[in-house]
């Protein structure tokens, strides 16, 4: 299988899909749900919350943090991590242009 091209396709798009591919694993969907929820949380919630080994909420947020969904504070020995309200702005628009081209009518219909 050959290279992606993402040169091919407009910024917006691959920003999309990049962010997509965060919500792709059912942890991170897990673990941004916990934080949405909780608004802050130590690395070590997440192990109890989610269920999985440290090293795997480890890699998971690394994952997140990336794209800039997270972002982390280092306090001692603990890093607590939260949502990125300027990205989850950037992330909820991007989604609602995504699903606000599709229009419903009675005309439309594939079947």
Known sequence: ???TRTDLFTEEQNELAQVAKAFAHPARVAIIQHLLKTNACINGDLVQEVGLA?????QHLRELKEIGI???????????????????AEVKGLFNHTFDQFETSPARDCN
């Open 54 to 58: 440290q090293p795997t909420i480890s």
């Open 70 to 88: 997270i972002q982390g504070t280092i306090e001692g020995s603990s890093v607590s991590y939260c949502i990125n309200p300027v990205k989850w």
């Open 1 to 3: 299988m050959g290279a």
